[in-house]
């Protein structure tokens, strides 16, 4: 019996899911994490869809939509849940696209995923004896977020064995520990794995709603993190991404009271592992200081960063809120250069924020430019509902805000290209993402696609049947594939394996 996965948004959703993915699978059931497409067959099969939405601009709520209404279609006999930010803050709306079909689980809620796979397998959800239906599911639902919840109902996470459902509002007064327990050492879609070991955002950007739908920042404590990295490692993971909503806010205290920092963390995390890689998935510039520093130094912390900037203007960043200023953000670049070398350093730019004039713009792209980012992720403002940027005069034209978003994505582009030819003819470190799609008829692997520690997604040409998914390996950089970056394709480069140092 399938269970049909999507996702949207960041990587933390993305961690979520394959948390939740391996509940049902350890439950007997087979998780389906392929996107559904228009040209996906109609299944009858798929018992549950689950879809982990995202809130952050208007195009990722229509993108929900639009693939809630094509699962209705594709999977005509399951009911849909509809989890995520989103379904934080508008279940109403999700709900009324179709009442007969879907069931809302608040996002800070989607801890509740693992017990109902629990359920499911011979509970009171039960699909063998015909006790699962949307009616029953949603009974469910509103009883675990209740606390008024049926005896039969479990308590315990399969997959962790913390908290996830409680009749005790005393035990419910520390959420945090069910937040983290969707937590997984086996990765249904993902080559490498990640960990969540944050949570929230005690920041209140202008523009932003996440904090609304994820509440204050909350950590995972220190050794349950590295527990789980060693999990990991002593699985045969090559690498690990920690995500967060805002990673510059961890902080917890450890069993002896002493509270850690996310840069005593890191440096915990090294000194308790022996090999496993670490890779950051993004961090605010104001909190990168020498002792954050001094623990990226070390060879086993990726050079892959992607900061969170959103404008090189500082008056758009007083008007947005932001914790930091464009000084702030060359600070952060310098010092990080100054101890990885060559680094792959990415940003994200709202482009077209109330206000943002032609001049404040201009110094955006200055900075973009300046600073030789390997990577932007530009896109238009959109006004969020319940934020203060939603109500800021004067708000700028779409056809301004397509073409400043133009103006970005090319210098991004060709930042990436350079940055690959900085790059040609070196040796570096990969982990395998895939070959499947790239098999001979004999069954003889033409090629691989890897991920670089820099995170160059990277083809191989190969002819040796080892090379699986996860499989660490070291490549040699050749030149970029510019037609492809240019068209938004996924490979960035070609290289070639260097079979001598196959780990």
């Known amino acids: 019996?399938?269970?049909?996965?999507?996702?949207?948004?960041?990587?933390?959703?993305?961690d979520e899911s394959e948390g939740a993915a391996r509940a049902f699978s350890l439950q007997g059931f087979v998780p389906d994490m392929e996107g559904v497409t228009s040209s996906t067959a109609e299944d009858s099969e798929t018992v549950l869809c689950v879809i982990n939405t995202c809130t952050v601009t208007g195009k990722a709520e229509q993108k929900a939509r639009r693939l809630i209404r094509l699962m209705l279609q594709k999977y005509p006999f399951a009911p849909i849940i509809v989890t995520g930010c989103?379904?934080?803050?508008?279940?109403?709306?999700?709900?009324?696209?179709?009442?007969?079909?879907?069931?809302?689980?608040a996002g800070t809620k989607k801890y509740l995923l693992a017990a109902i796979a629990v359920e499911m397998n011979g509970g009171v959800l039960s699909i063998k004896n015909g006790s699962f239906s949307l009616e029953r599911l949603e009974q469910y639902i509103q009883a675990a977020v209740s606390g008024n919840g049926e005896k039969s109902m479990r308590r315990v996470s399969p997959v962790t064995g913390l908290n996830v459902l409680s009749n005790d509002a005393d035990e419910t007064s520390v959420p945090h520990l069910d937040i983290f327990s969707l937590y997984t050492p086996v990765f249904e879609k993902h080559s490498r794995g990640s960990i969540k070991v944050q949570d929230g955002c005690n920041c209140a950007c202008a523009f932003c709603r996440i904090h609304l739908a994820r509440g204050k920042s909350v950590s995972l404590s220190p050794e349950e993190?590295?527990?789980?990295?060693?999990?990991?490692?002593?699985?045969?993971?090559?690498e690990v991404v920690f995500t967060g909503v805002n990673l510059s806010q961890y902080s917890a205290a450890g069993k002896d009271g002493k509270r850690l920092s996310f840069s005593d963390l890191l440096q915990l995390v090294i000194d308790s592992t022996s090999k496993i890689l670490l890779r950051i998935s993004s961090f605010y510039p104001q909190s990168v200081d020498d002792s954050l520093c001094a623990v990226l130094s070390n060879p086993r912390v990726q050079p892959f960063f992607h900061l969170s900037i959103q404008s090189g203007s500082d008056r758009i960043l007083r008007l947005m809120n932001r914790p930091h200023s464009v000084e702030h953000v060359v600070r952060a670049i310098e010092k990080i250069r100054s101890v990885k070398d060559n680094p792959f350093i990415s940003c994200d730019i709202i482009a077209g924020f109330p206000g943002e004039s032609e001049e404040d713009f201009e110094k955006t792209m200055d900075l973009?430019?300046?600073?030789?980012?390997?990577?932007?992720?530009?896109?238009?403002?959109?006004?969020?509902?319940?934020?203060?940027?939603?109500?800021?005069?004067?708000?700028?034209?779409?056809?301004?805000?397509?073409?400043?978003?133009?103006?970005?994505?090319?210098?991004?582009?060709?930042?990436?290209?350079?940055?690959?030819?900085?790059?040609?003819?070196?040796?570096?470190?990969?982990?395998?993402?895939?070959?499947?799609?790239?098999?001979?008829?004999?069954?003889?692997?033409?090629s691989i696609h890897a991920v670089t520690a820099n995170y160059l997604h990277i083809q191989c040409p190969c002819d040796e049947k080892k090379y699986r998914p996860g499989m660490s390996v070291k490549v040699t950089v050749g030149e970029p594939l510019e037609d492809n970056i240019r068209a938004g394709g996924e490979i960035d480069c070609i290289g070639s394996i260097s079979k001598p140092n196959l780990c």
């Not at 999990?231 to 993971?237: K, L, P, R, T």
């Not at 290209?417 to 003889?444: H, L, P, Q």
Request: with cysteine; net charge positive.
């Open 225 to 238: 993190v590295v527990s789980r990295v060693k999990e990991m490692e002593d699985g045969g993971m090559n």
């Open 368 to 446: 973009c430019r300046n600073q030789h980012f390997a990577w932007i992720h530009a896109f238009p403002f959109s006004p969020r509902p319940g934020t203060p940027a939603e109500k800021m005069r004067p708000q700028i034209p779409e056809r301004i805000k397509g073409e400043r978003v133009r103006l970005l994505t090319e210098t991004a582009r060709q930042g990436k290209i350079d940055y690959i030819k900085s790059w040609s003819g070196k040796t570096i470190s990969a982990v395998v993402e895939n070959s499947r799609a790239m098999r001979k008829s004999d069954g003889r692997t033409s």
């Open 1 to 14: 019996m399938k269970i049909h996965f999507e996702t949207l948004g960041c990587r933390l959703n993305h």
């Open 86 to 105: 989103y379904a934080e803050l508008d279940a109403s709306s999700i709900k009324s696209i179709c009442p007969d079909r879907i069931a809302v689980l």
